[in-house]
Structure formats: structure tokens, C-alpha cells
């Protein structure tokens, strides 16, 4: 039985057509494979943004595109699926972009691993995985122009690829901030004022955010209020009565 890898560059720097190595009892055979593909057609996309203590701004998007791969090998020629997560430097506009590129080609699925340098609007890596069969195997040069928002436009696999740059990945660049925690605010006394969205005790007022947690408080009623303060304003969080009020 012949068992087929398609290999196309090996190296990001590097353009060139894809190769096909066919091994039979040790012996290769090799021929050229090439794809353009497109996957434009945006699916699920969840993005997050943060800055970063340098004052730049990351964004991380997931992202799942579907288009179409065009090939004269059919493992190469059908519909494709980019799975992708994407971490952009929006300040600078570079990143990185990994995940999977599957093609439902006419002759057998092909799966393969991608990771690519994000530079200006345009990406250049390495796909590496698999053809329907359990032998195959496919590496090659990829590129083509992205976008967190629309996918992957005027991609190739070997045929031809772009060169693209290089970036140094570091941990640690952006962490969100901590959420700043509410102050608390107690305070003892006759009840002032009450109604169903607020509650007045010992000079200190706070908005009530349901009405039944004032049920059957009355003015002159003795309690304890607990309550947080952020953005200016104070809500309620708990009221309790005190011994000896006369209700």
C-alpha cells in the first residue's frame, strides 16, 4: 500500500509549492500539492481587551470562521472550518494566531495544527496535521490576510505563501485590574425615612434595591443598617431590628 504526506515549505521564511512524499517499504515518492482557502464567514467570536502597565492594549479573541479550500488534490478541495484563538498587540499591530484548519475535501478530511505571526492585517506560519488516512501527513507554509472580526481572507497552503515576521511571545505583559472593592457602611438609630427604595438611619441614607427587605420597618423603628458604597451611591445590603423597638 502507498501512503501519502503532503509537505509543503518547511520553514516560515521560506516560499514555495507544496511537495507530496509518498512512502512504500521504505522508499519515498514526492510531488507537489497546493490550496488556496477562505474562511470568512465569522461564527462564534468572543473577544477580551485589556492594557497592559506599558499603557498598550491586548486583545484576545476565540474564533471559529467556515469558508472554502480550492485544490487539485481533493484532501485539499472543500469546505473549511478555522478554529482559531488569536492575541493581538493592538498598539502595535502584531500577534500571534493558533488553532486548527479543517478542510472536508472531496477526497478525505484533512486536520491540521496552524500557528502564524499576526503582522499589519496579515499572517504567515506553519500548518501541520493530518489526511483522512492515518498515515498522511501535511506540513506546510501558510498565509493570508486576517482579522479577529472576519476571519482569514486570500489564505494559501504552499503554492506560493507569503514570508512573514517574527515576534517574541513573554508572560506577564497584561493582567486585567482588579475590580475595586465596595466600601461598607454600618450605621445605628431610628429610622428617619424608609419606603421601598430607600432607608434613612442615624444621618446615613441608602438606596433599597428590594422592597421587601424593608417590609414592616417603620419610621422610629430602632435598627442596625448595613450597606456598601460605590460610584457615589449607598444600597442597602442589610437591615436588622434591634431589641426593645416597640413593634
Known amino acids: 500500500m502507498r501512503r501519502l504526506t503532503w509537505i509543503s515549505a518547511t520553514l516560515l521564511a521560506l516560499v514555495g509549492a507544496g511537495i507530496a512524499v509518498a512512502h512504500g517499504g521504505g522508499s519515498k515518492a ?98 501541520e496535521g493530518h489526511g483522512s488516512a492515518p498515515w498522511n501527513r501535511l506540513l506546510a507554509n501558510v498565509s493570508g490576510d486576517f482579522s479577529a472580526a472576519g476571519g482569514l481572507a486570500n489564505g494559501k497552503l504552499g503554492g506560493g505563501t507569503a514570508g512573514g515576521d517574527a515576534v517574541v511571545v513573554t508572560a506577564g505583559a497584561c493582567r486585567p485590574a482588579p475590580s475595586p472593592k465596595p466600601e461598607t457602611i454600618q450605621a445605628h438609630g431610628n429610622v428617619t425615612a424608609v419606603s421601598g427604595t430607600s432607608i434613612s438611619v442615624a444621618g446615613v441614607t441608602c438606596n433599597v434595591p428590594n422592597a421587601s427587605m424593608v417590609n414592616g420597618i417603620q419610621t422610629g423603628d430602632r435598627v442596625e443598617i448595613k450597606c456598601t458604597a460605590s460610584g457615589g451611591a449607598n444600597t442597602l445590603v442589610r437591615v436588622e431590628r434591634k431589641h426593645g423597638d416597640h413593634h
Open 30 to 127: 514526492v510531488a507537489a500539492t497546493s490550496a488556496t482557502f477562505s474562511a470568512t464567514t465569522p461564527g462564534t467570536v468572543r473577544t477580551s481587551t485589556c492594557t497592559a502597565a506599558d499603557g498598550k492594549v491586548y486583545a484576545t479573541t476565540h474564533g471559529r470562521y467556515t469558508g472554502a479550500a480550492a485544490s487539485s488534490d481533493g484532501a485539499l478541495n472543500g469546505p473549511a472550518t478555522l478554529d482559531v484563538v488569536s492575541l493581538i498587540n493592538q498598539t502595535d499591530n502584531v500577534g500571534t494566531v493558533e488553532g486548527l484548519l479543517r478542510i472536508d475535501g472531496s477526497g478525505g478530511r484533512t486536520v491540521a495544527h496552524v500557528e502564524a505571526v499576526y503582522s499589519g492585517g496579515h499572517l504567515a506560519g506553519v500548518a
